[in-house]
């Protein structure tokens, strides 16, 4: 039994499904609402104990195992879904070295130091005289007993050793509390002291829940810094978490939105008037790391920082970060002459509030929470706001202002997805400006780079707009080595699922697998052979591969068929990674084959003055594979 049957013999479906979905019994099967579309008039979603399975007869039409439920749910991969629920059947998944198996159980010990340290602060804020002023801030600012309970906040006392004394009475090292980022070491050397005194704490957990650290806010208006964070741990990376997440992740899956917001406190008067789809950087920069774990969840965005200076500058930067770190889709478009050019799409919807100047978050929602629904309503979409906050004190009659805002601006504009909204937006910037709207037209584009000769035939053929924005070329070439090897992978593992795969690509309008769909020579062999084997009537496929292979592909096929890391992909699992890894071959294939005409129609252009488009044949074809291609990624398995 590999490890992922012996997970789904373990947890059962209905109790994990439960956890998320209000079921009822119907005969043999349970029915509820879909959690994945929003409708509360129809049970479509259905679950099946006996076969481990689950579909959603409405809507959004999704089904499959526990895996695919909560790869969907939590927005994770295959790998993480698999470790999670390892977990939580109690299955290990690779052998365990003894170095693994001790960090796994010094990190597992700060974690549980960590959770006793939540009671040892909360029990400081509520019931020990010293934290009356902590209680009496947080009643001020709007927290009622059952939020600071949710929240775990606590009092961390003014004596420099409490929680040393406390937690070394209770069995853990001093060196185990420095790692925990719970103690600080003397300048002198000798010893330790607790690094959080007189401080309002907030436990700070990963996405999971799980305990990483703490933030402290100042009770003393004295003291310094304001805000304390726990310093760079084995378990707390600030950059890679988001306060407020683990309560959030759910209301953020069903609005299809997150409120980014500056503070603690922000966080959790906002979850308290039931805007619970908030989180907080922690007073730090947004992240490549943050943008795409919230990612995982959704793709529409708004920023609610502060109104000042400083805050509109984390705006900016915020909205820089989430341009990078979201996805962009490459759109081919055809100016004027019929001569095509790449353009980025952004895949998000980023939005920027405006709030009330001098006030915060939690302010305006403790005054009136339906002022903060409109604010969050009206938030601008980024352009609007960038070309405005861009323009705000400057001299707009300068041209040299008009070309600086406009070269920052156009780059936004030209990523927005509708046609329409491009257009809409332009006008806008060229009302604001005072300019013709053709003067716009071109601004922030790169220059086309300097002609320096002919391209050899060895030399990468790449776009001047894809310079510096995709991967560089060994990079792409390792990761499409890679994505060959797992296609053969999981072939060799169940040769029948080659002919299931034609019929996918059959269905979409794609070739069936051939041995040029395969740079590498050997990988094109193993393709071979694994066709041969289906081909030849002896033998069983499987039984065939174990010694037909030639001896020059050998030592590979033994490679390929080696039991994977992380447990072995079966039935519908292997036959889905197998079918969306290949069709994401192609259409790698596919995008490269749009680059090479791209430069090959200017060149064209440059050395005969032509403005016909002598590839538009080619190019239509390739663009009519890459929808197919990208329409089938996004769909879920089906084959007749």
């Known amino acids: 039994m590999t490890a992922i049957d012996e997970i789904k013999a373990r947890l059962n479906i209905v109790d994990l499904v439960s956890e998320t979905v209000k079921l009822r019994r119907a005969g043999k099967n349970y029915t509820g609402f879909c959690p994945f579309h929003p409708n509360t008039r129809t049970p479509a979603f259905v679950v099946f104990p006996d076969s481990g399975t689950w579909r959603c007869f409405g809507q959004c039409n999704e089904g499959g195992d526990i895996f695919q439920f909560v790869m969907k749910k939590e927005g994770w991969d295959f790998a993480e879904t698999l470790r999670y629920l390892a977990e939580r059947a109690g299955v290990q998944l690779e052998p365990l070295t003894p170095q693994k198996q001790e960090r796994d159980e010094a990190n597992e010990r700060l974690r549980g130091l960590l959770e006793e340290a939540v009671i040892f602060y909360r029990h400081h804020l509520l019931q020990s005289p010293a934290g009356a002023p902590a209680r009496e801030y947080l009643a001020k600012r709007g927290l009622t007993a059952q939020t600071i309970e949710t929240f775990g906040l606590g009092y961390a006392p003014v004596a420099w050793e409490a929680a040393l004394q406390h937690f070394t009475q209770r069995g853990y090292t001093p060196e185990e509390l420095l790692q925990a980022g719970l103690v600080t070491e003397r300048q002198e050397g000798q010893g330790v002291y607790d690094r959080f005194r007189n401080r309002i704490m907030f436990p700070i957990r990963d996405a999971s829940g799980h305990m990483a650290g703490f933030g402290a806010r100042i009770l003393d208006p004295n003291d310094i810094p304001k805000f304390l964070n726990s310093p760079q741990t084995a378990l707390f990376d600030k950059g890679r978490l988001l306060y407020g997440l683990d309560q959030a992740r759910k209301a953020i899956r069903a609005a299809d939105q997150v409120v980014i917001v500056e503070g603690y406190l922000d966080v959790i008067v906002l979850h308290q008037a039931g805007f619970t789809n ?54 081919i478009v055809f100016d004027a002459r019929g001569l095509m050019r790449h353009e980025a799409r952004l895949q998000a919807d980023l939005r920027v509030t405006t709030i009330p100047e001098g006030m915060d978050p939690d302010e305006v929602v403790l005054r009136d929470p339906e002022e903060w629904k409109r604010i969050l309503d009206e938030a601008k979409p980024v352009v609007v706001h960038v070309m405005e906050t861009l323009a705000r004190g400057q001299d707009l009659d300068d041209p040299r202002v008009k070309r600086e805002i406009a070269e920052r601006v156009m780059p936004l504009i030209q990523e927005v997805g509708s046609p329409v909204e491009r257009q809409d937006y332009t006008q806008r910037l060229a009302r604001l400006l005072r300019v013709d709207e053709r003067a716009l037209v071109g601004s922030g584009r790169p220059a086309p780079a300097p002609r320096r000769g002919r391209r050899r035939s060895s030399e990468p053929l790449m776009p001047p707009q894809a310079e510096g924005r995709g991967e560089a070329p060994a990079t792409a070439r390792r990761r499409e080595h890679e994505m060959e090897a797992h296609c053969l992978r999981l072939l060799l593992r169940k040769p029948d699922n080659l002919y299931l795969l034609d019929r996918a690509l059959q269905q979409i309008g794609q070739p069936r697998l051939d041995l ?85 129609q200017q060149e064209a252009q440059e050395s005969e003055g032509s403005t016909l488009n002598p590839f538009a044949e080619q190019l239509l074809q390739l663009i009519k594979a890459k929808q197919c291609l990208s329409a089938a990624l996004a769909s879920p398995l089906q084959i007749d």
């Open 278 to 331: 908030t989180v907080s950087p922690m007073g730090t920069a947004l992240t490549d790391d943050q943008m795409r774990l919230l990612k995982r969840y959704t793709r529409r965005i708004v920023l609610a920082l502060d109104a000042d200076a400083a805050g509109e500058k984390a705006t900016l930067r915020g909205l820089e970060v989430a341009r990078q770190a979201l996805d962009q889709t490459d759109e």
């Open 516 to 600: 040029p769909d395969f740079v590498s020579a050997d990988h094109r062999q193993v393709a071979a052979l694994i066709r041969g084997a289906l081909e030849q009537e002896n033998e069983e496929p499987e039984a065939y591969l174990q010694h037909a292979a030639p001896e020059e592909i050998a030592g590979l096929v033994e490679a390929l068929r080696a039991p994977l890391p992380l447990g072995e992909p079966t039935g519908e699992l292997l036959l889905d990674d197998l079918v969306k890894t290949f069709m994401g071959l192609r259409l790698l294939r596919v995008e490269e084959g749009l680059r090479q005409l791209y430069l090959m």
